[in-house]
């Protein structure tokens, strides 16, 4: 599971470049799951018999932000996606006798949003508010197959499939994206609270593509809805020299029903809660941002088609940690 979406590592004050109106930037994710987890139960027989599946994610997004006047952004983003999956192959006896590695990279779905602070800037640097309003262009490949290896009756073999829905570069429908974000300084300090939160609607149930997969009503992917929210405090002192560093705790995961329209079909829902530390660092024109968010806890809940069948609970592969890294430039 990973949510593609992100927020500035500092909050809402990043939102308004002051009078440099065009901002160009690149933020890099990357991701390695390999924990199983049953609701909140970790697998940790998946990692003693070596049957695990390992997802690792790299997504990279170049973004443009355009500032009109002090309230209001317009932003592009265009992200390019490239993972792979190892999945075990296990013989008659249920044994793992060795692994299928499988890829797929592109260009995943292309975003345009709309934010705007609620107050002048100049007027209330202490504070203030963000709302944003955007489009998730479904840009990128849902449907990338590869040659999948298999052990049937004894004998290596390819097949054609679809690779699973955890590194598709993208899911095939038409999204909105509803933002929000909120910065507070600490009596007029360096120091600032911030709260974000941005939230995925996915109108589509399925997409059509298959997964292979021999479950009831898991037979195609499903279209899933996405959200990640973030609290903390950050600061950043007068003789820091343009170093700032922030600590926070980050909420992201996938729900099990979508706000509008149906959730049928084959997703993974759950999240992950993570404490979440930062730096960054500012020189002139530029700007650069680290945040390595560490798991705490995590749970797979149960999907649609698990509901539909007493008992039965799917597993998810989660990461301990994920990187973050920004850099910007204004204009």
């Known amino acids: 599971m990973a949510a593609r979406l992100d927020t500035p ?41 070596r049957s695990q599946v390992k997802n690792t994610i790299n997504l990279a997004e170049i973004g443009v932000r355009y500032n009109p006047n002090p309230q209001w952004s317009f932003s592009l983003s265009v992200p390019y996606f490239d993972a792979e999956r190892s999945s075990p192959i296990r013989d ?13 990279s592109g260009l995943s779905d292309i975003t345009l949003s709309a934010r705007r602070l609620l107050f002048k800037p100049l007027k209330h640097p202490d504070g203030n508010v963000a709302v944003g309003l955007g489009i998730k262009i479904p840009t990128g490949e849902e449907d990338v197959f590869e040659d999948r290896k298999r052990l049937i009756n004894g004998q290596t073999v390819y097949t054609d499939e679809a690779v699973d829905q955890s590194i598709q570069p993208g899911d095939g429908g038409w999204g909105a994206i509803l933002d929000l974000q909120y910065f507070q300084r600490i009596a007029h300090s360096n120091g600032a609270f911030y709260f974000s939160t941005t939230y995925l609607i996915n109108p589509k149930d399925t997409n059509g593509v298959p997964t292979f997969r021999t479950q009831v009503g898991e037979e195609v992917m499903s279209v899933s809805d996405q959200y990640v929210a973030r609290i903390g405090a950050s600061y950043a002192g007068k003789s820091w020299k343009g170093f700032g560093a922030s600590l926070g705790g980050r909420l992201e995961g996938v729900p099990v029903k979508d706000l509008i329209g149906d959730s049928n079909g084959f997703r993974r829902p759950g999240y992950a809660i993570s404490a979440e530390p930062g730096v960054s660092y500012s020189r002139g024109a530029y700007t650069f941002s680290l945040a390595v968010p560490i798991a705490l806890y995590r749970n797979r809940t149960r999907s649609v088609p698990d509901r539909a069948i007493p008992g039965r609970h799917g597993d998810a592969a989660f990461a301990d940690y994920v990187v973050l890294f920004g850099w910007g430039r204004k204009f």
């Open 9 to 49: 590592v500092l909050g809402v004050q990043d939102s308004y470049t002051g009078p440099n109106r065009w901002q160009v930037g690149m933020s890099y994710r990357y991701q390695y799951s390999h924990r199983h987890f049953v609701g909140s139960e970790e697998q940790k027989n998946r990692a003693e018999e």
């Open 92 to 104: 008659a006896n249920r044994v793992v006798v060795d692994r299928s590695l499988v890829q797929a």
